[in-house]
T-cell receptor
Framework: QKEVEQNSGPLSVPEGAIASLNCTYSDRGSQSFFWYRQYSGKSPELIMSIYSNGDKEDGRFTAQLNKASQYVSLLIRDSQPSDSATYLCAVNKGHQRRNTPLVFGKGTRLSVIA | GAVVSQHPSWVICKSGTSVKIECRSLDFQATTMFWYRQFPKQSLMLMATSNEGSKATYEQGVEKDKFLINHASLTLSTLTVTSAHPEDSSFYIC???????????????FGPGTRLTVL
């Protein structure tokens, strides 16, 4: 089982719809969770972090965490064509030292159709 | 968020030459920096972990003598691609983690990347 799994997509949604991106992780002791957005030809950009079960909202983005199910998701409301990118889920494993990198999923490609 | 810079943003070199890429954390101290490589339409691949004042830790399959990493200070790490060949052409991205006392909730911040083309 991969440590962090995401559906590679592409996930296509119409403009204005809600895009739902999902991620599962294998290490039950994982402590913190991140979503990065990567546009084609660019480096990843941190857009959300979440540490506790439940929802965390920031503008059009909502991150959801369920540690019991080992599941984290990202919702994008009122999707715009400019949201078209690859979204990377990253996990900071439990008891991880500072010099251990985040574990990244392979990313889900989102395409928002105008 | 914290800012990480990389220089150069792109470089074209001849086969057999060496190329140095700099990664700087601009507004925070980073005891640890990470170097990634990404080929077109592929996922990030971690190459090595760079620790200030000590030797880098390389991922399996990454040649440490080919990809030299130096982390001279808390704000600067360099990656040198030695004797570059066309197959080394890729997008190289560094990432830094802020020096925190706690250590559990550390995001990684990415530099803008360096596109290397070896002719």
């Amino acid at each position: 089982q991969k440590e962090v799994e995401q559906n590679s997509g592409p996930l296509s949604v119409p403009e204005g719809a809600i895009a739902s991106l999902n991620c599962t992780y294998s290490d039950r002791g994982s402590q913190s969770f991140f979503w990065y957005r990567q546009y084609s030809g660019k480096s990843p950009e941190l857009i959300m972090s979440i540490y506790s079960n439940g929802d965390k909202e920031d503008g059009r983005f909502t991150a959801q965490l369920n540690k019991a199910s080992q599941y984290v998701s990202l919702l994008i409301r009122d999707s715009q064509p400019s949201d078209s990118a690859t979204y990377l889920c990253a996990v900071n494993k439990g008891h991880q030292r500072r010099n251990t990198p985040l574990v990244f999923g392979k990313g889900t490609r989102l395409s928002v159709i105008a | 968020g914290a800012v990480v810079s990389q220089h150069p943003s792109w470089v074209i070199c001849k086969s057999g030459t060496s190329v140095k890429i700099e990664c700087r954390s601009l507004d925070f101290q980073a005891t640890t920096m990470f170097w990634y490589r990404q080929f077109p339409k592929q996922s990030l691949m971690l190459m090595a972990t760079s620790n200030e004042g000590s030797k880098a830790t390389y991922e399996q399959g990454v040649e440490k003598d080919k990809f030299l990493i130096n982390h001279a200070s808390l704000t600067l790490s360099t990656l040198t691609v030695t004797s570059a060949h066309p197959e080394d052409s890729s997008f190289y991205i560094c990432s830094a983690r802020e020096l925190w006392a706690g250590g559990l909730y550390n995001e990684q911040f990415f530099g803008p990347g360096t596109r290397l083309t070896v002719l």
